[in-house]
């Protein structure tokens, strides 16, 4: 491209290099502007992950990594959608905006996402001191969440409502199981009764997580699924919520990880040396 142009684009080139072509309602100019700063911000968590991860010994970083494996997605999700890639025109169903027509909708997200959410919702699900098959089950219905939507957005007729509502009754499975399942669990861990703050920082956590992933289908509903808002605005409401889940609200998990006996837990790397007590003490008494 001229010169002149990447002076006045700010050096932005996005959406000259891949147009918005064959569609009506797409991403302006400055939502593809406001992707780059969303996968700034999550470069730098991602960096930030990893400089914690280093500050603790090998054995006790289960959560750094799998937190670094999330941002490292979420890094190549907004790093496709800023670049205007990774998206398909689907006929709107509803004429809210610009009268409808064919709407740019970005299944990049809903692949990141897939691969993002599951990771942090291990993270609480561990944290608590759930078993791997209630873990997985847990992580397994996100997906499953995930996946209504994405399959939501592609269909063009009102059909699209269905893949929504089953994706929405995986998510009260997931918020049951964060709510009732893993509270239970977290009381039951013999460090709990001795740091009672930890079950106050996991109740604000999992407040957090459920009220914010709470606001994704409203986000659905007002862009792909109802085409109230426009793509750029789409983009700013999920970008928002991004953030605070991935940047804050598991960020804090990592700190209440700190407060708690990775070895209760049961998530000590294999291949890590323990201390010659805890060795060679009972399995019973390794927990205390």
Known sequence: MSSRLLYARGGNEALDVNPN????????DSGSDWYWTVFCIMAVTSLGY???????????????????????????QYFTMASNLGWAGVQTEFSHLQ????????????????????????NMCFLAG????????????IGVYIIGGLVG????????WGFFTIGLAAWFLVAYQLIWVCLRSLNELQSV???????KYYRMLIGGVVFIYSLYPIAWGLSEG?????????????????IISLTILNSFCLCISQLVDIEELGLGIVGEPIAPAAAAAPSTEKQN
């Not at 072509?21 to 302006?28: F, L, R, S």
């Not at 078993?131 to 219905?141: G, R």
């Not at 009764?193 to 079950?199: L, N």
């Open 153 to 160: 957005v592609v269909v063009s007729s009102t059909y699209k």
């Open 99 to 122: 009268g409808g027509g064919i709407r740019q909708v970005f299944y990049a997200r809903y692949i990141g996402w897939f691969m993002v959410a599951p990771l942090l919702i291990l």
């Open 130 to 141: 759930l078993n791997w098959i209630t873990a997985l089950f847990t992580a397994a219905m």
């Open 226 to 242: 109802g085409n109230v808002i426009t793509p750029t605005s789409e983009g700013v409401f999920y970008g928002v919520l991004d």
């Open 50 to 76: 990893i400089g914690l991860a280093y500050k603790v010994p090998r054995r006790n970083r289960f959560f750094h990594y799998l937190s670094i494996g999330a941002s490292f997605f979420a890094c190549i």
């Open 21 to 28: 072509t064959g569609t009506d309602i797409h991403v302006a």
């Open 193 to 199: 009764a001795v740091e009672p703050k930890i079950r």
